[in-house]
Structures are given as structure tokens and as C-alpha cells.
């Protein structure tokens, strides 16, 4: 059976499976490389697909937390070390490894796996909402990934509040101002500092106030965790309910570490206020993704396999 | 040459064009039937194609002011005298007029129209926005037009604030409650009760507030006037923005009653609120429409002959 192998280039982890016939046949995860730029990422990647390569293996998927331009280009990637503008990440590593590589955003390639093989199996227009440190979309309209010129399905970067909260890509108002960790985080230390006692801050201190924080504070009832949430959950269903009067999908597959780890439970919140901001007629349902982590790194392997032709 | 008729079904006017090798022919208006319900209106469609009919029409397709449906259903259709839910259209007209009959929703026959021969010529992804009584959108994705299970493109129904004005649709904060004529007059007869003194009351009376009333009270510098259409003007660059985050389209067509009244001005005015929202890294041009109001009636007998596999 032709396989191949999935990169899924994280902020922090770089998961790198190979896939035989839809399903994760072995899988290294190490971090990602937080200095020497794109050279020790891409060298990072390189060393790892040759540690899991088997001869079956005919091509390479790399999903990349940045836009993925036509010609194999990536970025620019605020989440990874000097990768602030485009980089090359097509041809030096299909040169190096001797390969057809294959490159896209990492919430695409977790669409398309979410697709094929997760959640949004069966259904032909899908929207991915993936709720980690920011927030990432990817869009499958009448079953094909949509791409445009490099930008599509930023739904993080749709605008549900003009003027309001700042984003980290330097607009306002945005989704992922509302409902990404990282703002989130920002925003609990903003409160904090105004006066508002706060289990989060209590339980991170000065470290990175991770998605487990998060679920501990609300298991708690602290109020400036719930307030955060709340606001997240709302920003999330004004985005989503104004992406389907644009595109009419049927589902919304929402994954991604925060939500993951808030579980179920976010999902049917997150479908509730979608639900109360849906354009009458239109009908959708929210619900969990289902590959987990490997996500990202099955979907590139898929489109890796379909751009080599060998489906 | 095979030639199509396309009727343009609006709330107030009814335009019926013969489509010769992509250009108006022949063109007959006439008021909609304010009364007698869909029965009145469909008579008076197959009245008017069957006067504009020549032996070398082979195909009628219909654009009308509602979403629309597989089957050949449109409605609800809130601008029609008793559309008040789905309605059979293309089944009576093709049995009344022993032709085929392609029905799609009228911005959606506009965008198509844009697309082929307008506006939006030479571009593969294409939003075409609608001012006018309403907020109508179409989106056309990698050349072909998105209609989704039947409400894709409903740009107006997309949330820009939270919770903000009722919209007629009974939704709250869509685009159209800000920058739809009906909703534009709404607002101005709220202010002027509340003591605001505007042109647009003593212009129009107790008559609905036309467009041209709206371009007469700018021209004076008439301040709830010129309050109203800022309010509009940045509610199109919040969704326009917010789209292009999540489709990624190249360039945005804006054609419609009340924005060809406003001219090219406003036109650029959308163009540069958007560019003050837009997501960094997408580039987006919007620009006016082209085809008046021919381009629905020239869409729809555009996709009728497509559907009659007479290209």
C-alpha cells in the first residue's frame, strides 16, 4: 500500500506519523526547535520523516501554523522562532528528502482529516473551528478543501466586535482575540492586574497559562474564568453563525487544545449561541472533532498521497 | 444561437429580458403584482416570457428575492405579496411554458451575471454585494457559483455587532439592519421622532424613503443622513472584511439600487472601510457593478442555458 507521512509543525510540538491506508502507523513527537529559525525547523522535520520512513512511504505532508502560499511557502508564523515572514518549505525538503512534499496551513490539513477519516466524515460542506493558543478554520466546500490564494478559512481573523478587543495579528475585533488561549490568557492577566482576584493567575504564576488552567479554574467556579469563557463561547457562535449565511455548511467540527480539553460540554455551548445568532433557514449542527492530535498530521499525509496521485 | 429568457422577479418591478449570445435583446418591465399572491406573480412571468419569446429560446431562468431551494422552490420571500414560505416555481412555469426552467435566488443570478460579462470579469472568486432595499450577497468560488443547501451568500444576514439592531428578518446585528434601505429608513424615522430634524422625513413624507431621497439629503449635507449611510459604510467594510478572512476572494463587485444611486463614491468609501478591517496579508479590490439593472435577468438566462447544456 502506497503511504506516507504526515508533519504536523505545532508553537511547541512537531508530530510527525506515517499513514498506511487512513490510519497512523507509528508517530514521533518532539519539540519544536525554539531557536536557529526556519534552518533547524526544517532540519527538525528532515531528520524526522527519515527516522520514520519506510520504503512504501512516496510522499510528505506538512501542515504549518502560518498561511501556505502557492509554490510550497509558508508564513509568516508568529508562533514559531524567526519565521516572521514567507519561507520556503516545499522545495528544500522535497530536495533533501528526495520526495514529493506537499504543504499547507495546519488547521487545512486537520480539516481535510476531520473529513475524511474524523467528525466531519459523510458530509460534503464543513467548517473546522480549532480552539488552541489562536484560532484557525479551514473550510471544505462540496468536498474539496478551499485554499483561495493562501488566506481562506482564517475564520479566527473574522471581525465580531469592530473596534473591539486587539488581536495578535494587530486588527481589532477579532475572533481569536475572544476565544484563542493566548488572548484569553492576556486578557484573565489584564484583569488581574485591574484587581480581580483569579484562580488562573494563582495556578500559572508567571508560566503559560495552558488550556489545563483553564479547565481548573472553571472547575472551580472562579468568575473571571467563566466571564473569559462566556465571551469565547459568544465571539465563537456570532463567527460561526456568520460563516454559514455566507457558505451554508451543515456541520462545524470544532477541535483544537482548548477545546479539547473543556470537552463536550464547550461544543454544545459553542452550538447554542451559534444557534441564537443563525440566520432563520439555515440549518447546522457543532459537534467535537474526533482525531485528537493526529489530526494535522493524517490530513497532510492524505493530501500528500492525492497530490502524488497515488489515492 | 441558442438564446434564454431571464426574468428578474423584485419586489417592486418585474424585468423580463431576452438573452441573445450574452446580450439583452429585447427587455420589458412592468410592476409586480402587489396582490393575488404567488399565482398573480407566476401569471405575470409566464404572461411576460411568452410576449418576449422567439422559436430560438430555449430556456427561462428566473432570479427572485428569496433563498432557493432544490426543486425549483423559492421563498420565504418576505418582499412579495403572500410568499410568506417555499413556493413551487419552476414546475408550473415549465409546465405552463414547455420549457426548462432554472430558478435561483436574484443576487445569486446577479453575481453569475457580474461574473460572466460585469463587473467581475476575469476573476475565478468573486463576492457580488446587493445594496438595496435589502442586503443581498453571491459568491462565486473558483468559478462557480455557491449556493450551498440554498441560503450560501446571504452576506447581509451576517452578524457585524452582537445583540445590535433588529434586522427584518428578525435576527439582531446583521449587516442588512445597518445598510439596507428598508432598514436605513427605519432608523431615520426613529431619530427623527426622537427630535432629530433630517431631510429624509420632510423629503419623503409618509412615502418610502428612496434612494434617490437618500442621495438628495446627503447632497445638502443632511447630518442623520450622513450618520446613516457612515453607519452603513462601515457595516459593509466589518462583513466584507469578515468574509474575505473565511472564502478569500480576489475582488468584491457592489452593484444595487441604493448603491448605484450613491455612485462610485460609496463604492470607494466600502473599499476603504474594508481595507481598515481586512485581515493582514489578504488583498481585496472592490469595485462597482457594471450591468445595472440587467445583470439578474442577464445571470438567470445565463444559468438557464448552462442548465439546458447550451453553452
Request: charged share 25%.
Amino acid at each position: 500500500v502506497p503511504s506516507a507521512i504526515g508533519v504536523d509543525l505545532g508553537g511547541t510540538k512537531l508530530l510527525i506519523a506515517r499513514v498506511v491506508d487512513g490510519v497512523v502507523d507509528e508517530v514521533a513527537k518532539q519539540d519544536t526547535p525554539s531557536s536557529g529559525g526556519p534552518a533547524a525547523i526544517l532540519d527538525a522535520i528532515r531528520l524526522g520523516v527519515d527516522r520514520l520512513r519506510t520504503p512504501d512511504v512516496v510522499a510528505v505532508g506538512v501542515g504549518a501554523p502560518g498561511p501556505g502560499w502557492p509554490g510550497g511557502l509558508v508564513g509568516p508564523a508568529p508562533n514559531l522562532d524567526g519565521w516572521d515572514r514567507r519561507v520556503e518549505v516545499e522545495a528544500p525538503l522535497r530536495e533533501a528528502l528526495r520526495l514529493p512534499v506537499s504543504v499547507l496551513n495546519d488547521v487545512n490539513a486537520a480539516a481535510v482529516g476531520e473529513h475524511r477519516l474524523g467528525a466531519g466524515a459523510g458530509v460534503d460542506d464543513l467548517l473546522v473551528v480549532w480552539v488552541g493558543t489562536g484560532v484557525g478554520g479551514g473550510l471544505v466546500l462540496d468536498g474539496a478543501l478551499r485554499t483561495g490564494r493562501g488566506l481562506a478559512g482564517e475564520l479566527g481573523h473574522m471581525v465580531i466586535e469592530a473596534g473591539g478587543r486587539l488581536c495578535g495579528c494587530g486588527g481589532r475585533g477579532h475572533l481569536e482575540a475572544y476565544a484563542g488561549r493566548a488572548a484569553m490568557e492576556r486578557e484573565a492577566r489584564r484583569r488581574h492586574e485591574a484587581g480581580r482576584a483569579t484562580k488562573l493567575v494563582e495556578l500559572a504564576g508567571a508560566k503559560r497559562m495552558k488550556s489545563s488552567v483553564f479547565a481548573k479554574a472553571l472547575a472551580t467556579g472562579d468568575e473571571v474564568a467563566g466571564e473569559l469563557l462566556g465571551e469565547a463561547v459568544e465571539a465563537l457562535g456570532v463567527a460561526i453563525a456568520s460563516a454559514a449565511a455566507l457558505v451554508d455548511v451543515q456541520r462545524v467540527v470544532v477541535g483544537g487544545g482548548l477545546a479539547d480539553r473543556l470537552g463536550p460540554q464547550l461544543v454544545e455551548r459553542i452550538e447554542r449561541a451559534t444557534a441564537a445568532q443563525l440566520f432563520a433557514g439555515l440549518e447546522l449542527e457543532v459537534v467535537p472533532a474526533r482525531l485528537g492530535d493526529d489530526a494535522g498530521a493524517l490530513g497532510a499525509a492524505l493530501v500528500a498521497l492525492d497530490a502524488a496521485g497515488a489515492h
